[in-house]
């Protein structure tokens, strides 16, 4: 399986997501957002975590703009796998490729630590590993991780079973960290290729390092 | 002519740095104060002498980069 790994200026997730997939057993290839293809062979594209463009303006919205994004939304809509963690997930809302905004945490500080997350709904590509109720301990590190979205599309994404996973406490009690709209920390599109979440399930690939929880994560994308 | 864009959460939209700054405010004894929104002023020098068209190109700017619409609202504000 090959898995293609977005670079923007300010990205700084994208040796971490390589090193994820190829312990999986994937093949990698990190591409420069001035590219304007996706090659073709690619299973899964991901756009990793950091700091796009140094959060301008807002996290997000300049990178949407990057030449390579035109290329991203043409492969999301012909099928294509797309994996958005943390400023991937916000540059995808910005692009359009997911509902909502992420908005400055409640309590305006940066958290990064350890927080449990609950698997809402596994019938997706990506969690299929896991369970429907299934506590997973991954990192989060974010500054703009307050997930919002009206009451509207709130209801559409419970319709459509499009909340992925939200935060939660070790028994899987709901416990909201930055003031996300329900505690949701990652959601995907109605056709269930694009993938967003705000915790980095990338970091989480040890367990001598806190926690291989990612693990069944990121594989559900290996079993097709 | 220069164009003055302020953006700032939708009404309804909780704002968190508002809320801290009235906080702060209570704190200094500023008793007076109702309601704090925090947003961001883009202020643009444009080369366009015609009003409608500037208004219009700086209108698809907002829709495009400067304010997150799912989230936040855009007043334009044009200066000759």
């Keep these: 399986m090959k898995v293609t790994i977005l670079q923007f200026p300010g990205t700084n997730c994208e040796y971490d997501t390589q090193h994820a997939f190829e312990k999986l057993g994937c093949s990698t290839e990190i591409l420069w957002h001035k590219s304007e293809e996706v090659s073709s062979d690619t299973d899964l594209l991901v756009v990793a975590g950091g700091f796009s463009y140094g959060d301008y303006l807002r996290s997000g919205a300049i990178a949407k703009f990057s030449p390579v994004m035109k290329a991203v939304g043409k492969y999301a809509a012909n099928g294509g796998k797309v994996l958005g963690i943390c400023n991937g997930f916000q540059v995808l809302t910005e692009a359009g490729l997911l509902p909502g905004a992420l908005k400055r945490n409640e309590h305006l500080h940066f958290i990064s630590k350890h927080h449990h997350l609950k698997v809402q709904n596994n019938d997706n590509d990506f969690l299929k590993e896991l369970n429907n109720g299934d506590v997973v301990n991954i990192p989060i590190a974010h500054h703009d991780g307050n997930y919002y979205i009206d009451e509207d599309g709130l209801k559409e994404l419970k319709a459509n079973n499009q909340i992925l996973v939200t935060y939660c406490d070790e028994n899987g009690n709901e416990l909201n960290p930055n003031g996300s709209v329900d505690s949701i920390a990652g959601v995907c599109n109605k056709e269930k290729n694009v993938f967003g979440l705000m915790p980095h399930p990338e970091r989480a690939m040890e367990a001598i390092l806190g926690s291989d929880d990612g693990v069944k994560m990121l594989e559900g994308f290996l079993k097709a | ?80």
């Design chain 2, 1 to 80: 002519m220069k164009a003055i864009v302020n953006v700032s959460l939708k009404a309804g939209v909780l704002d968190s740095q508002g809320k801290a700054v009235h906080h702060a405010l209570d704190s200094l004894h500023f008793s007076g104060v109702e309601d704090v929104r925090v947003g961001k002023q883009i202020v643009m020098q444009l080369s366009h002498t015609d009003e409608a068209k500037a208004r219009e190109e700086v209108t698809q700017m907002c829709e495009d980069l400067l304010a997150n619409t799912v989230i936040e609202d855009y007043e334009i504000e044009l200066v000759k």
